[in-house]
């Protein structure tokens, strides 16, 4: 069996800040009872019962891709009395009908199952929504025993602590065997050149094994390369110049992430960010919106 975890990243803007679950004890499986739908449809839908958005921790869909967007260590909305200890993931399909599962989507869940156990404790808990209320969830037909089996088959040797180490909820990624920028990119939905910038990286696509990088803009309003637009801003020529020395307007980019005085330095291309003497000049942290 594979042992490569296809993870995505998707991202969706929820209504209110995630908290996090003081105690883990299980993983609840259930099927989405619908075809054709990841993070992005269900989200929509979870918005509309009034809820934060997306309620389950993953959705694993039938190509054996794994989307995800809320932090594992966050509170989800899937089990009535149980969100505060348990770790929802969902699996695309109508599993009261549809009667077997594709391979690649049950291989994914299998992974995923055993990623999540190693993550917190082998003890935790495997259960269907079913276990914990009158429901039909996650179907008849879903192979909750074969799934079980393979998840706890010794044989089956795999190495999901390598996969995806630093989960998921933050915003650090451990470098594993097989990584690239660009395999990367794809997992955390960021481009590889925002990767390099907020990396330090500069143009190069070196990374090894071990490495510590940011995979996210999503905390930092303000970062290396960011472009930002202005309308009208003064410039100044230093951090702790008095008096401006002109207003300006258009496109330009945050030139490093230091802020001295409630001030960063900017520049007027993306290829001049970092590089000495290209420095348009000093603006207000608060002229970016
Ligand atoms: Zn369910």
Not at 100 to 125: R, W
Not at 176 to 192: A, H
Request: hydrophobic share 35%.
């Amino acid at each position: 069996m594979s042992n490569k975890i296809n993870l995505t990243k998707i991202d969706v803007k929820f209504n209110n800040k995630l908290t996090n679950r003081k105690d883990t004890i299980g993983i609840v499986l259930h099927h989405l009872d619908a075809n054709n739908a990841g993070i992005k449809e269900v989200h929509q839908w979870h918005l509309k019962q009034g809820w934060e958005g997306i309620g389950y921790h993953f959705i694993v869909r039938f190509n054996g891709v794994i989307e995800w967007s809320r932090g594992i260590d966050t509170f989800g909305i899937h089990t009535l009395n149980n969100n505060h200890n348990t770790i929802g993931i969902a699996f695309e399909g109508k599993y009261e009908e549809l009667k077997s599962m594709p391979d690649e989507q049950f291989k994914s869940g299998v992974e995923l199952i055993k990623y999540v156990k190693s993550h917190y404790h082998k003890n935790l808990t495997v259960k269907q929504h079913k276990d914990y209320r009158a429901t039909a969830c996650p179907g008849r037909y879903f192979p909750f025993t074969k799934m079980l089996e393979e998840v706890n088959n010794k044989n089956n040797n795999t190495n999901v602590n390598q996969t995806i180490n630093q989960m998921i909820n933050n915003e650090i990624h451990k470098v594993v065997k097989g990584d690239t920028l660009y395999s990367l990119s794809k997992m955390y939905n960021i481009t590889v050149k925002d990767l390099q910038i907020i990396n330090d990286k500069g143009s190069s696509t070196n990374i090894k094994i071990g490495d510590k990088l940011r995979v996210s803009l999503d905390n930092e309003k303000i970062y290396k390369g960011l472009k930002i637009g202005l309308d009208n801003s003064p410039l100044y020529a230093s951090s702790d110049a008095k008096t401006k020395t002109r207003n300006i307007t258009g496109g330009f980019w945050i030139w490093n992430d230091k802020i001295v005085n409630e001030r960063i330095r900017i520049t007027n291309s993306l290829s001049n960010v970092g590089k000495a003497n290209q420095i348009t000049g000093w603006i207000n942290v608060n002229s970016i919106k």
